[in-house]
Each structure stands twice: as structure tokens, then as C-alpha cells.
């Protein structure tokens, strides 16, 4: 099913209240296990790709997703997330999608500039989506990505990011969707005039993770913006080999809901990585994996840095820290103009009883202590 393109079709044009119907999961046919997912730095020699990032292309097609950032580095040029089979994958308006018999990928990318708007445009794609997830039957938003140009671009409650907040905000709403039910997600500025939005999506719905740390973002006060983000901090997905993949969210220096250590780039990039550690220990505690939380080699670590010449201090200050862990870096805008370095990771949790452990759908590539800096 394919959402209209016509804005005026779809509501979104002004900031009015939407009014599509809600994601009920109660008609859906149910899975009868969970999802048989892996993140892999290279296509490896089984499974399929629900999504092929290639952080160093620029494309957005099925073979080589970009993200329209330049890659600054790293020993994780790719991400495969990949599952045993796909069903069937197809074409929507602006995109693309896949699909096994747990979770859907779809990929909308649209023409955008700084100059322009991107309420009408976040509101109008996520209704898209949504009404794309509802009718496939894959209601449950489990990751996402949001990469737009400018960011920052704008003052105040026009800055590009907080416009895009109250667009995607106005396409939840209509979905019947609470902020607090969203699901982890990043959002970085490109220096590409496009808005590029994917989605990981599933029949059953994952398991929203807060960090102790921090103010939960639908929770911030005013001054961040009309609307709040809306986003967990990571999401848990339970696998059918009993381990748990932790999708962590974009994350930065905050505490509580305040920017720490400004102007400071290593500063900001331990205390992400603090927020990060604190993540996965709180899943480790939550689904009874003690000292599995920790990036080691099955993470896959994207760093997006503001400034080009601060990655090879950030990659050190990283590869310190978590020494086994493939990392990207991608020099992008992070979400405040005072947050120089944002960190996101998949990382999974071993079966019970074998904490730190990784089966197939779990485990690090073969090549995964290689380095190109």
C-alpha cells in the first residue's frame, strides 16, 4: 500500500492536528517467534539484507544505503542487517522497503534544503510510513534514521530540528501514537539536499530503554522546543536464539536534559560513551545478562562528529575504551549546536547463562579485530 504523495492528501501542509487511524496490533496475524536479526560489517556468506549501509556511499538504494554523510573513517565502512530470508521487498513513493516474517525496512527520501520548512515534509513522510507499517502489518517502529540538511539551521522555535519535531510529532498524533511509545532513533545533519528517513520495523514491539542519567526527551522543558523528541534513549529486541540486540539511539554528552562540557570534544565524548555503557548495563540488569554490558566485538558503533578534524582524537579516546568494539565515523550536525560528538551502537546481550556470549545472529565478523584508521 502507498501513501499518497499529495501533501494535501495527507494533512500535513499546515500545523493542524492529523487524523489517520490508530496502529492497532489486535488484527495482525502474530509471529510465532521472535526476529532472526544480525548486524554484520560485511554481507558474510548467509542471510539477507533487510538494510545495506554503506557509510561510505552516498546512494539509497536496496544494494548500498547511504546516509548522505561523509565517512571519516574507521574499521566499519558497512552494516548489514540482515535476516536467514526475505519474503519480498518493493517500491513506494520516494523509497523502498523489505520484509522477512517479523520486520519490515523502508527507506523515503525526499528533496530538502535548508532554506526550506521541514514540518510539512517530517509530517508527511512518517505518515507515509506509518500508514505503509499499518497496512503491511508491521506496526511496531523499532529503529530509525532521520538525516537531514541543516539542522541547526534557524533561530529559535524556527530552527530546522525543532521544526522537524513538531512535523513528525503532528504524523504521531495522527497515527495515535504517544511519544513515550517511539522507539530509538538518531537524527544528524547532512550537508545533502535530500531528508533521507529509515525505518526498522516489526510485527511484535520491542522494549523502550530510558537511561537513569538523563531526562527522557518527551519529557525536556520548553526551551528545547515547541514539540519534544520523540524517542526511547535504546530499544531491546528480544532474537530467537534468546539474546537481546540493544539498539542504542544517537547519544551525547547530556545529563539530565542539559548540555555538558561545551566546546570540549573528548569531554563530550566520554560522557556519551558513559551514557551509552549506562544503556546496555541497564538491559544487562533488565533481561538478567550481568557483565554483558559493555561494546566489545560484535558492537557496531557509529560516531558522527561535528568537526571533520576531531575524529582520529575521538576514534583514540573510543578504541581506549572499548577496544574490541567496529567503528564508524561520520562527520555530521548533531541535533544542539552545542554537542560536538553524537554515538549510536547495535550491541547484543548472549543467552541467558552465557552473558557476554554471541550465537549466530549475534556474532562478530571474522575480520572483527582488523583496523584502517
Not at 514491539?205 to 538523563?214: F, S, T
Not at 531491546?236 to 540486540?245: C, Q, R, S, T, V
Not at 555503557?277 to 560484535?298: C, H, I, Y
Amino acid at each position: 500500500m502507498i501513501a499518497s504523495a499529495n501533501p494535501a492528501a495527507v494533512g500535513c501542509m499546515e500545523p493542524v492536528e492529523c487524523r489517520c487511524m490508530g496502529l492497532s496490533t489486535s488484527s495482525l496475524p502474530g509471529s510465532a517467534t521472535y526476529p532472526r536479526l544480525s548486524v554484520r560489517a560485511d554481507r558474510g556468506p548467509a542471510g539477507q539484507d533487510l538494510l545495506a549501509f554503506e557509510l561510505a556511499a552516498s546512494g539509497w538504494g536496496r544494494a548500498a544505503l547511504g546516509t548522505g554523510l561523509v565517512w571519516l573513517g574507521g574499521d566499519l565502512a558497512g552494516e548489514h542487517w540482515q535476516v536467514p530470508s526475505l519474503l519480498e521487498t518493493g517500491a513506494l513513493d520516494g523509497g523502498w522497503w523489505a520484509r522477512d516474517r517479523d520486520l519490515m525496512a523502508v527507506v523515503l527520501t525526499e528533496a530538502d534544503g535548508i532554506e526550506q520548512d521541514p514540518d510539512p515534509l517530517a509530517c508527511r513522510l512518517y505518515k507515509q510510513l506509518l500508514d505503509h507499517l499499518r497496512s503491511a502489518g508491521y506496526p511496531e517502529l523499532l529503529r530509525s534514521w532521520n538525516y537531514m540538511p541543516g539542522i541547526n539551521h534557524g533561530s529559535g522555535d524556527d530552527e530546522r530540528y525543532r521544526r522537524f519535531c513538531t512535523g513528525r510529532g503532528r504524523a504521531l498524533t495522527e497515527a495515535g501514537l504517544d511519544d513515550a511509545e517511539m522507539c530509538a532513533a538518531t537524527a544528524i545533519g547532512s550537508q545533502e539536499p535530500r531528508f533521507r528517513l529509515i525505518v526498522l520495523a516489526g510485527r511484535r514491539p520491542g522494549v523502550a530503554l530510558e537511561n537513569p542519567r538523563q531526562v527522557s526527551a518527551w519529557d525536556y522543558p520548553r526551551r528545547y522546543g515547541p514539540r519534544s523528541p520523540a524517542f526511547a534513549r535504546a530499544t531491546a529486541l528480544p532474537l530467537a536464539d534468546d539474546g537481546i540486540a540493544v539498539l542504542v539511539s544517537g547519544t551525547a554528552s547530556v545529563v539530565g536534559h542539559a548540555t555538558a562540557h561545551p566546546g570540549d570534544v573528548l569531554a563530550q565524548t566520554d560522557e556519551a560513551a558513559t551514557n551509552v555503557e549506562v544503556l546496555l548495563n541497564t538491559a544487562a540488569e533488565r533481561f538478567a545478562r550481568p557483565g554483558a554490558g559493555q561494546p566489545d566485538g560484535g558492537s557496531r558503533v557509529r560516531v558522527y562528529v561535528r568537526q571533520a578534524a576531531d575524529w582520529s582524537l575521538v576514534e583514540q579516546r573510543l578504541r581506549q575504551r572499548w577496544p574490541g568494539a567496529r567503528l564508524a565515523g561520520l562527520r555530521g550536525d548533531i541535533c544542539r549546536r552545542d554537542l560536538l560528538v553524537e554515538i549510536e551502537a547495535w550491541h547484543v546481550l548472549g543467552p541467558s547463562g552465557s552473558a557476554g556470549a554471541f550465537t549466530r545472529f549475534g556474532q562478530p565478523d571474522s575480520h572483527s579485530n582488523s583496523r584502517s584508521k
